[in-house]
């Protein structure tokens, strides 16, 4: 039988982009998407125009530490390029510890402007839908509160959440 170890892939126009605006960088794995069960890891990232788009891509052999750091370490410094990775500012993921402990490892040496931070949906959007209490479900004044709520954090950190003053205002 046939075994991929790991593939990892950076189109040209990818590339370029990101190496033209490289100040943000998510990321995140799908599992059990594809049809041989396989992780795929997502980066993304805005342009100018708020438009994302997805420098890398890679099927990965397992979601093990040692895969993120070769991750973080290996294949986003060769196909994005030094000095993009040394640019960026951001780099958001999900809480598992294996993607920002193994980012934070290289951070130092590829990414020393960059910080860490968790994206919106498992900062809040996860954690509230698991959050209920009895009275947020019996009482009628209160049912819309959790998702009034979430929806005034998120209008916080979307792209172009917070745009005008009126905007901030409704915020507070």
């Not at 993120?68 to 030094?82: A, C, D, K, R, T």
């Not at 990414?111 to 019996?138: D, M, Q, R, S």
């Amino acid at each position: 039988s046939k075994v991929l170890i790991v593939m990892e892939w950076c189109g040209e126009e990818e590339r370029r982009r990101f190496q033209m605006f490289p100040e943000e960088l998510v990321g995140d794995v799908t599992s059990g998407t594809k049809r041989q069960g396989r992780p795929l890891w997502c980066s993304a990232s805005p342009g100018p125009d708020m438009k994302i788009f997805t420098p890398v891509r890679a099927f990965r052999p397992s979601q093990c530490r040692w895969v993120f750091e070769w991750l973080w370490g290996s294949v986003m410094p060769i196909l994005l390029g030094l000095e993009a990775c040394s640019r960026i500012e951001v780099v958001l993921s999900d809480g598992d510890p294996k993607i920002y402990l193994a980012f934070e490892h290289h951070q130092a040496k590829f990414y020393p402007n960059a910080i860490h931070g968790l994206c919106v949906f498992h900062l809040l959007t996860k954690p509230l839908n698991e959050f209920t209490t009895l009275w947020l479900e019996t009482e009628p004044e209160c049912r819309n509160h959790k998702a009034t709520f979430k929806e005034r954090l998120c209008s916080w950190m979307t792209l172009g959440g917070v745009d005008t003053e009126e905007d901030c205002e409704i915020s507070y």
